[in-house]
């Protein structure tokens, strides 16, 4: 017994002799367990808790218990989840490097909603699961109140209330009276085990997580470092799949040990001369090739429609493939053209203006060869751009150079007069 315990209630169960934890007493009833919960809610107590076998209704206002502020958090999460991914989609794509893909806007909410719909329910979900542990000051092993017998009852008929010796206005001798006049048919002061070892993290424990969480830091040290340092080894692979494995592509040569699959280690026999892959055989010289004999071909070829269909795909294509480096005005001051000055790109020339008269005077034909193979520092398209469409290129920019030098007689003459 210690010396503080005044009362004339027992002290019972283990462990009298370590720190006080704080009080708890028995109650009968539920009806009993509310009425003391409102008298203890009534002193001010604010480290307490009611223990039953089953949910008692009523308890919560009896005890006082708040709504908890859970949901504001969740709701917070997900809105900073939802504005979060929407600046980043926004930042990225939009503002940092906006990068026309197939002429699509930089910027769309509707191609970023699972973005946008992922990182909210992701924010919100982790806070609510967080939340919960955090405000309950989760998670918790062991508490003293298991040390005393009576306390069993709790999951079977007993309903009790404790008082922590941690509450602010926590007096033994005060609450011990309060819980005894509330009706309590047994009243008992828990205590701590006086071997602190006992009801602290074993050290064992600790020094687990503390070296864990060293060790958890490892990783990123070696990535800050790879960041900074260059290596003459190739890169860790941790999961090889298939990466590596002896195969051939068409027409490789490969010799597996002494056994090639034929004799000059070739995987396949290389096509007769002249061989022509089916449905390949493009003899036409004005519409695959541009020419019309040996000169580029000023007109074009009768595969194209020459109308507003043809006008708009030339058009859309255009916009799509030139853009980016042309501009949609054909200038030349497209998106990675401003790119490559932002960054200051040393290798970066400038695409030429399709206004320039060196490109103007270009027959038809010509253009559609840049298109095809490219021209000095600009790629060609040939993979990309089927003939028909690169044809219809080539007739939308008569159309843009056109624009830039209209006459007045290009005017319908019904239209003239709101030329100013
Ligand atoms: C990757 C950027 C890029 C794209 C995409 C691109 N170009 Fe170019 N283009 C250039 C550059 C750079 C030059 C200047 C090349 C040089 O002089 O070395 C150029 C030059 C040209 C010229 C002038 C050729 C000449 O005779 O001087 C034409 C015409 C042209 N481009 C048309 C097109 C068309 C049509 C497309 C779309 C199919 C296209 N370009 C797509 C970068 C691009």
Redesign the pocket.
Known sequence: MTTENQSDIPETGPGGEGPLHGVLAEYETPGELIEAAKAVRDAGYTKWDCHSPFPVHGLDPAMGIRPTVLPLLVFAAGIAGLGGSILLVWWMNAHNWPWIVAGMPAFSLPANIPILFESTILLAGITAFFGVWALNRLPKLWNPLFKSDRFLKATDNGFFISIEAADPQFERDKAETLLKDAGATAVEAIHLDPDPTRWQIPRPILAFIVITAILGLVPFAFIAKARVTHGDQPRIHVFPDMDFQVKADTQQRLVIDDSPVFRDGQVTRPPVEGTVPRGQLRQDDHFYRGLEGDEWATTFPAQLDIDTSTMDRGHE??NV??????GEDGL?G?P??ERALEIQSPE?????S?H?Q??TR?PHG??YN??SH??????G?RA??DEED?WA??LY?RALQRSQKALPDDVPPEERAQIR
């Open positions: 294509q255009y493939y030139c853009a980016p480096c042309h030349g497209g990675i053209h970066w020339l400038m695409p030429t399709i320039d060196n490109v270009q010509q253009l840049t298109i490219g021209i000095r520092t600009m790629p398209y990309q751009i690169r290129i080539v920019l």
